[in-house]
Structure formats: C-alpha cells, structure tokens
C-alpha cells in the first residue's frame, strides 16, 4: 500500500514525543492499562503516548510504557494494544439520536420502489395492526412527483392505500410532513388555514386545497400535534436510546449534542429515567426546540422543563432555533422576534444552537449573528457558546463576526463530498460548505452527522466518514486516490488532526465539557476508542475504511469487537 510521507512523518513522531508527555498521578491504584499502542492524545500539543491508565472513570496516567508499568499489578487489567491508535471518544456535535425511534417503531416506506409498492405496503401495515388509531412512517420523498405523473394530489395516493385513520409520513430529510386527507381532517386543515409562519401548508394551485404535504415543522406540528398519539411513549424512547446508544458505542461514539425538533416530554423522562438507572453510556446533552410562532412566550417553559429534567449524563441548557428550512430559500422567523427571542433565552443563561443552511445569495447566518449580536448588547457578553450548524453557504464576511461573537461552527464534513453544489454559480460557490475558513479565522469547529438526516453514506454516523470526507470532499464510498484532483472548494480541505480536534475537543467546547472530555490527559475521563489502523498512516480516501475495535466510556469498555485481542 503506498504511503503519503507528510501523513508517515506524523506517525514517525510518536517515539520522540512520548517522553515529553509522560504524567501520571501515582496515588491512585490502576484499574485499566493500556500500553503498546499510538495514542493520539488531542491535548494542546496534539502529542502522542504509548500507554495510557485508568481508574475508576479518569485517567491517571498518559505517557510511555515504562512509566505504565509501575501500574501494572493484579487488580489492573493490562491491554496490550499492538502498535494500534486510540482516539479520544468521538463527540458528535448534531445527532437526533431519538429519531431512530422511527425506524424501530414506525413503517419504512425507502425499500418499496413504485408507487404500487409504496401503497401495499401501507394497506399491509394497516392490516397486520387493525387497532391502530394512526399510521405513521418515513419514507416516500417523491410522492410529490409521483402525484404529478398520476394527475392527483400526494394526500391521495396515500388516501388509496389507508383512507380510515391518520397517516402521516415524514420524509428523510424531516422538513417535509406527507399526511392523508383523514389527517388533515383532523387538524382542521383547509384552503382556508393560513401558513404558520415560516411554513408553508402546500396547496393545489388549481383549488387552494392541501396536497397533504406541510413544510417545516411549523406547519408539520399542527398535524403531529392533533393526531391520537403526537409522541412515543416513554418506554419506547427507552428502547430507542438503549439501542442507539450500541450503536453509537461501535462508531466509537462518547457524547452527543442532541437537537430536538419538537415539544416532547416524554423524551426527557426517558432520558432522565436511564440517568438515574445509571443506565446511559454516552453523555448527552440536549436542546430543546423554540417554536417561531410562539416566540419569548414558552422562554418561561424551557426553564421549567431544564429544572425538571436534569441528570449527571446529560444537560438541556440549550435552545434550538431554525433560522431557514430545507430548499426555499425563506426565513423561518421574523427578524425581530427572532432577537427578541434569542435575547430571552440568552438572559434566561440558555445557550442558542440554530440550523443555517442557506443557498447561493441566501445567508441566514447574517440574520443568525445579527441576533446573537442583538443579545450581547442587551444582556452583555458572556460564555454562551452559542452555535451554528449545517452552514451550507456562508459568506466569507461573516467569519470574523462568528469569532468576535464566539459563535461555535457545527458542519456535517461527510456531506462535503456528494456534489450537491456543483451545479452553483461560480461566483457564489466558493461560499459552499466551508471547513478550512473557520480554522484560518480562529473559529471553534464542532464537527457532527445530522443522523440521520444524511442516510446517503453507506455509515451516515460514524464519525470516520466525516474525517475521510473532510480531507478529500469526495464521497467516501466511491472515492480514489485518483479522484482527488476534482474535489469542489479543494482549499477548503482541512488536515486530519484538525478534523479529529473537531470531533474531539471541538464537540467538548460545545457541550462545556472541555475541563472533562475531548483529549486524552490526566484527570480527564476515560473516554477513549481503539481502531484497527493508524489514521495517519492510511491514503486520504480509506481513512472511512478503518474500523473501531473498542470504546470506552468513563473507563467502562461497551463496545468491543470480535477481533480485537
């Protein structure tokens, strides 16, 4: 295999820098040691160690071996590594871990082809559960299409297959509710319902009727809201973090910054029912979702639901606003509610996390920073952390205005290489999917997986796709190193250390966790993954091709795989 020698220059570092990060705290007794290996330590000097110790649920020592082995004893299990890298734990800065409970408890429409199959597969579902009061699933994200071949409305294809109770159906991306006319009745939805703000209840441009398709989740809530069960049920949102939570452990997954996009209760008791079972493996922290038609009047709410709900593992200190959608390019809020809204939570010490995608000559994060800018000045500065993701487009004069703000950047690198912008205009591309400009500009970067909005990647999640895509931008399942001449944007390539810092210490500084996670030094918690391969040692396009042996979280082992020794 040929080697890169600027990556095997990296690598052939770690000999000489072990000794310069040897510490160690030699009052406390070693429960796990781990010697032999490459630690990449993610500290200030991004130095690298052979050996690393544990105990209870800090580490105790980083260094080389020789210093490890005055904690080997009988009590401490001795892992010899074999030359392998550990990492840090991955820190994702935009995962809807709740979300896969819709593919465990609602119908999966993405494997059904035509339309026929589509339909048969609702009446199926509908059959095999007779007393459901609702229908509920994903999929189906060209109904709006395949209505147009057929010269009806969306509702109505949905209507042939299940006419008797509620359907509503989500697509991938989340930004579009597709619902029967049974669900519309009972929202009392008609031509004649106005579009909440910053949605749009889709209308037959012949009649003014609903197609059944509402856009943004303004529009979407007031369906989901009226249906007979407008969440999961506590244990099912148990399962559901239970099971993402093994997920996660073999992405090599630690902690999450978890979004949520609608009003639910029944999430937090579950997650704060887990916490006090001891039963969460990830540390979490939340975001609750502001509604733009409600505005400052639910400021009052957050708080009560952040005193309610609270755990060792996981916090809901923060707001999640959309500034746009998907696709139009048309603002959510109205500018002034929206900072008279972002200044309410900002003195209520919440921090603010906005979804800004934006399109060519569209920059919602002008009128994202303008309010976070607006708060400052009313409430004066202070460590809020607010934060920005997705930022599809952004413009080049805003950059110094997210660092004089302190605002944290939350891009998803695995999206940079699927060639959505190459059909922008060339004056405005070099504006797309930014990387390398926010680390130039002295900004925090947070880098995440939006899952699972982005099930276009063979792993949508695993944070290795990211660094992959991050280095080439070029899609990780098809890529050569012969395909890396025609990457889009190529300058805004980033280095793989600096792509692991943004899965490592930059996802710590967004969840103020830096004091306790995102690089390996002593006194920190044992957060740490082992992978098969050094990173640095692998061509730029199979960087996503390495896998994870083993997680740790807080000392704890729970995930490992079957190869490892």
């Not at 921090?351 to 002008?366: K, L, N, Q, T």
Request: charged share 25%; aromatic share 8%.
């Amino acid at each position: 295999m040929k080697k890169f020698p600027v990556l095997l220059g990296a690598a052939a570092l770690v000999a000489g820098l072990i000794a310069g990060c040897s510490t160690g705290d030699q009052s406390r007794a070693a429960d796990l040691v781990l010697k032999n290996g490459r630690i990449y330590t993610v500290d200030d000097a991004r130095q690298w160690a052979q050996a690393i110790v544990v105990s209870g649920d800090r580490i105790i020592y980083v260094g080389d071996d020789a210093g490890a082995q005055g904690y080997e004893d009988d009590a401490a299990q001795v892992v010899d590594l074999h030359g392998k890298m550990v990492t840090p734990g991955f820190i994702d800065g935009h995962n809807h871990a709740y979300l896969m409970a819709e593919s465990l408890f609602w119908l999966g429409l993405d494997r059904h082809e035509t339309v026929e199959d589509k339909q048969a597969a609702l009446r199926d579902y509908r059959a095999a559960n007779p007393g459901m009061p609702q229908l509920r699933g994903v999929g189906w994200d060209d109904i709006a299409a395949d209505a147009r071949a057929r010269k009806v409305l969306p509702r109505q294809l949905i209507d042939a297959a299940v006419p008797d109770i509620p359907v509503a159906i989500i697509e991938n991306s989340h930004h579009t509710l597709l619902v029967n006319s049974k669900a519309l009745e009972l929202a009392g939805i008609t031509k004649d319902t106005p579009d909440p703000e910053g949605a749009t209840i889709v209308r037959d441009p012949a009649t003014g009727e609903p197609t059944g398709e509402l856009e943004e989740f303004g529009a979407e809530n007031l369906v989901i809201s009226a249906l007979p069960q407008s969440d999961f049920t506590v244990e099912q949102y148990r399962q559901t973090i239970l099971e993402w939570q093994r997920v996660a452990a073999e992405d090599g997954i630690t902690s999450a910054f978890v979004p949520i996009h609608y009003p639910t209760e029944t999430l937090l008791q579950a997650f704060q029912q887990l916490d006090d079972e001891n039963k969460l493996t990830v540390q979490f922290d939340l975001a609750q979702w502001a509604d733009e038609t409600k505005g400052v009047s639910r400021v009052e709410h957050f708080v009560e639901m952040r005193d309610k709900y609270h755990g060792s593992k996981f916090a809901l200190d923060t707001i999640k606003i959309f500034a746009d959608g998907v696709g139009e390019a048309k603002l959510v809020w109205k500018q002034d509610v929206l900072q008279e809204t972002v200044a309410a939570l900002d003195a209520a010490g919440f921090r603010i996390y906005v979804h800004a995608i934006g399109s060519p000559g569209f920059y919602p994060e002008d009128n994202v920073l303008d309010a976070f800018e607006y708060a400052a000045q009313r409430n004066g500065r202070r460590d809020s952390r607010h934060a920005i993701t997705h930022l599809d487009w952004t413009r080049g004069e805003d950059l110094a205005r997210f660092r004089e703000l302190g605002v944290i950047a939350v891009p998803q690198p695995a999206w940079f290489g699927k060639g959505w912008y190459d059909d922008a205009p060339a004056s405005e591309v070099t504006d797309a999917m930014r990387f390398q400009s926010y680390l130039d500009a002295g900004i925090t970067v947070s880098s995440s997986s939006d899952f699972p909005s982005t099930a276009t990647f063979t792993r949508d999640m695993y944070p290795l796709t990211g660094l992959e895509a991050g280095m080439t931008r070029l899609d990780v399942d098809t890529a050569t190193e012969a395909d890396l001449g025609r990457a889009q944007n190529p300058h805004e390539r980033a280095a793989l250390g600096d792509l692991i810092e943004s899965y490592t210490m930059g996802g710590a500084r967004l969840i103020f966790a830096e004091d306790d996670r995102g690089s390996l030094e002593v006194g920190k918690k044992a957060d740490f993954v082992v992978l098969d391969k050094n990173l640095f040692d692998q061509p730029k396009t199979s960087v996503g091709e390495a896998k994870v042996l083993a997680t740790y979280f807080e000392g704890q082992e729970v995930f490992r795989d079957e190869s490892m020794n």
